[in-house]
T-cell receptor
Framework: RKEVEQDPGPFNVPEGATVAFNCTYS??????FFWYRQDCRKEPKLLMS???SGNEDGRFTAQLNRASQYISLLIRDSKLSDSATYLC?????????FGKGTTLSVSS | GAGVSQTPSNKVTEKGKYVELRCDPI?????LYWYRQSLGQGPEFLIY????????DSGLPNDRFFAVRPEGSVSTLKIQRTERGDSAVYLC?????????????????FGPGTRLTVL
């Protein structure tokens, strides 16, 4: 079983749609949780950290459920520029453990 | 300011050859990480340094892989006797400090990567 599992997609949505990505992780000792964004042939960039209390950054909302070992990302009012791969990431110590990523394609 | 830089951006080599990949972290960052990303996969941890020492090299796949950071800044990832399966994008990241729980200074910033192709 992979440490971090995500639905690879692709998710194809029109502009303005709301889309949700889910992720599960296997290591209950994981302490830190993130969503990274990766554009085609570019490096991953931190989108947001994820906290048990949930956190929001503009159109993006992330949630963590430690009991279920489940992480989610909600994107509201999708823009063309949101098209990318979204990587679910967990960490127990220094090393980041990445999922395979979920591909989002937003069309006009 | 300048981000993490990696050279070369692309490297094509033949099976069995030796390669070196270089990473220049963000100035002042004490922690440096190497990851490898194969096509269609997320990045996979290889090794990280705190200062000059390798604090965790558990992700190195075998003894053909080695990394150094002699002065606590630039790091070199060395691969001996390259194999076709080593073909991937090698990513370097740095962070101001080593990760501790709730430490906001541990965000990892990635470089553009070196695309290694072993023929």
């Amino acid at each position: 079983r992979k440490e971090v599992e995500q639905d690879p997609g692709p998710f194809n949505v029109p502009e303005g749609a709301t889309v949700a990505f889910n992720c599960t992780y296997s290591n209950s000792a994981s302490q830190s949780f993130f969503w990274y964004r990766q554009d085609c042939r570019k490096e991953p960039k931190l989108l947001m950290s994820v906290y048990s209390s949930g956190n929001e950054d503009g159109r993006f909302t992330a949630q963590l459920n430690r009991a279920s070992q489940y992480i989610s990302l909600l994107i509201r009012d999708s823009k063309l520029s949101d098209s990318a791969t979204y990587l679910c990431v967990v960490s127990q110590f220094a090393a980041l453990i990445f999922g395979k990523g979920t591909t989002l394609s937003v069309s006009s | 300011g300048a981000g993490v830089s990696q050279t070369p951006s692309n490297k094509v080599t033949e099976k069995g050859k030796y390669v070196e990949l270089r990473c220049d972290p963000i100035s002042g960052h004490t922690a440096l990480y190497w990851y490898r990303q194969s096509l269609g996969q997320g990045p996979e941890f290889l090794i990280y340094f705190q200062g000059t020492g390798a604090a965790d090299d558990s992700g190195l796949p075998n003894d053909r892989f080695f990394a150094v950071r002699p002065e606590g800044s630039v790091s070199t990832l060395k691969i001996q006797r390259t194999e076709r399966g080593d073909s991937a994008v090698y990513l370097c990241a740095s962070s101001p400090d080593l990760r501790t729980s709730g430490n906001k200074r541990d965000t990892q910033y990635f470089g553009p990567g070196t695309r290694l192709t072993v023929l």
